[in-house]
């Protein structure tokens, strides 16, 4: 049978372009270039025309999902401008795109983007709209920025669409409807240089535009209107509006072609045209596309054209289990039934190869890969050292501490202490306690005294705390007959090495001491020198040449650019969710700020999402 140790997690981070750790195989990489209708469909007056991760002159541009024009900006950083990627990522502050983001959000809290979810809500709201502002048109209110913005991305998507096409393989060459449309038509404007016909057509388009123009750019006045955004100026009417947005374009780009200019119009016109179903086809192909490679990345779907990298490096078998049973070896029958209501039948790799020589008292370095049994490997042979002991006494003032197990991480120390109560099951007479930092020292103080231990779980900080702030935490300390430093590597990477030697000192000489770490770098060998005894064995189940991390995970990693990342997110967890009903994704993003805006629109968008920092308060509040 097959075990896993380590659920299937992924690993998905929205926030960071380049996501890779020192261990991870780049196994495939995702660059999508198309606009994803996911959230256009969920909030459609947020994202319905934001073409994504543009090309600009052959480079890639980002803009700002942050719909807001009451912002002052600088026209260098205009939402309009097209930038060079780079550029955008140097000069903008996580700051600001926290503050988009949460204008962003809390615009989509608002009654107004609830219960959109459905293309008839949609057209009810559009036509809704377009009543109402039809009345304000007449009035002669300018058209909004916001209808300016909507065009011009109308025009970057459509360079977009035809730059990066041939950028995203054979899915891309596939020429979506719309590019096609366009494309065409953008062929015959370019072998014919006759400004006067360009002018023609653009009139006749737009004459024929004019009312098309009204129903669409009514709805973006409309809204404008409704958030009380100004109306221009009075009178000016759509003629004034178009020569905005061509100044514009000679303001931003002076190198702008007739050619660019009759595109302008061309997209400008598919935009007022409203014949969007277009855009809404070519980028619902998009979305296939997407899905797609998101399943191929997360192995859901066998990709044809890519062979998928086996889970297993080397094609051995996933389980770290041997064929050795915890019957086998001498161990109390007590510790077995504890070992077997656990679930535990036979011993992983680690746990064989460890188990007897520990049980013989020997000090042990033991080098193996996260998540294969070694708590257990650790914690079976040392509960069945201090089962020997003679029982404390009652009476004692200072009851000995006989096993002291150092763990780097807080999380780590609660889950050494759990497996420990889990083997103690049957062993009513054996404690076992745990000190973390970032609790209260108090009451751990409190809890030493009233429950003594002899198992006791610890972070070197917090240790070392006891030991120079807890009356008799010393004296307890003398009793230690076996110390354990677990994950090793980590606990002198996270700077614990004076932590390490304090303890060291703090623990009789004649003890037993029992090394594991996942690797074994220079900084470990010091260590053993310091705390292990001169026989002690090197015990290695890692073979040469295996991978650092843990077969079972599978690590894909994707680069998507900023302005898609959460749309990217949402596919991919859509994806995973419907592949697993028991799913669980963490996503780590890169401020508190921007988790918590990501898990407050995933739970928009009705994900399960559990909130990072409601836990943290829970157990403060708790006094944890
Ligand atoms: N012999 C066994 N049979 C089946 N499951 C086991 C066995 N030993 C340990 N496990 C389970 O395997 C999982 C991983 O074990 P454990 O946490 O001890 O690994 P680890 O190497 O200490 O990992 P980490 O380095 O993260 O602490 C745990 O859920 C544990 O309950």
Redesign the pocket.
Known sequence: MV?K?IPHLRVLSPSLPVTGFPSMKPARTICFNGSIPVLNRVFPFKLKFLGLSPRFNGKLITRSLSTRPSRPRSRASSEFTPKIRGDVRASKSLIEDEAELSDWVGELRTDSFRGRLTSEDEELDADRQRNRVRSSDRKGNGVSVKWRRESEFDNFRESSKRETRGNFGDSISRKSRFSKRFGGELEDKDSDDDGEEDDESYSSRKSRGVKRENTKMDSWRGKRNERGLGSGNAGSGRRMDLGRKSNFHEEEDTDASEEEKGREMKGLENFLSGEDSDINAAAEDDYIILRKKASYALGLEKDADQTVTPRSSQGKSESY?SETRFDQISISPLSLKGIKDAG?E???VV?EATLPVILKGKDVLAK?K???????AFLLPSIEIVSKLPPVDHDVKRPPIHVLVICPTRE?AI?AAS?AKKLLKYHPSIGVQVVIGGTRLALEQKNLQANPCQILVATPGRLRDHLENTAGFATKLMGVKVLVLD?ADRLLAMGFRKDIERIIAAVPKQRQTLLFSATVPEEVHQICHIALRRDHEFINTVQEGTEDTHSLVRQVHMVAPLDMQFSLLYVLLKEHIADDVDYKVLVFCTTAMVTKLVADVLRELNLNVRDPFKKITELQNKGI
């Open positions: 075990i140790f289990l535990y036979k011993m992983t746990q193996a996260t998540g294969t049994g070694k708590t257990v780590l889950q497996e994950e």
